[in-house]
């Protein structure tokens, strides 16, 4: 599977950012889908999951309650919707895709297929 992030941008701290993720090549459902995301000097470190009915879903510590993780099975498209941007949430955002039915994982190394990143700059 084909996977296309898009919408990053710069933005002030305490905005907003809505990241799309298209996918194509192989059936949508099949997968959980999460995003991803690694800051200058860091490691990738895990943001979001959701399952592949979008009835599940998984935060990371830091993004939990200003972040939301949705999905478009009709339209092959995951998003991140960020909400109350910080700067320490600058960074280039992955979607990945995990060939699964369960749980979604929140391991990289879980994930079958990337996307190109998106740059996320929040300025203080």
């Known amino acids: 599977v084909q996977l296309q992030a898009s919408g990053g941008g710069l933005v002030q701290a305490g905005g907003s950012l809505k990241l799309s993720c298209v996918a194509s090549?192989?059936?949508?459902?099949?997968?959980?889908m999460g995003w991803f995301r690694r800051a200058p000097g860091k490691e990738r470190e895990f943001v979001a999951a959701?399952?592949?009915?979008?009835?599940?879903?998984h935060y990371s510590n830091s993004v939990r309650g200003r972040f939301t993780i949705a999905r478009e099975n009709a339209k092959n498209t995951v998003y991140l919707q960020m909400n109350n941007l910080k700067s320490e949430d600058t960074a280039d955002y992955y979607c990945?895709?995990?060939?699964?039915?369960?749980?979604?994982?929140?391991?990289?190394?879980?994930?079958?297929?990337w996307g190109q990143g998106t740059l996320v700059t929040v300025s203080s």
């Open positions: 090549g192989r059936t949508f459902e099949a997968y959980a």
């Open positions: 990945a895709a995990e060939t699964s039915w369960g749980t979604p994982s929140l391991q990289d190394y879980e994930y079958d297929y």
């Open positions: 959701i399952n592949w009915s979008g009835d599940s879903t």
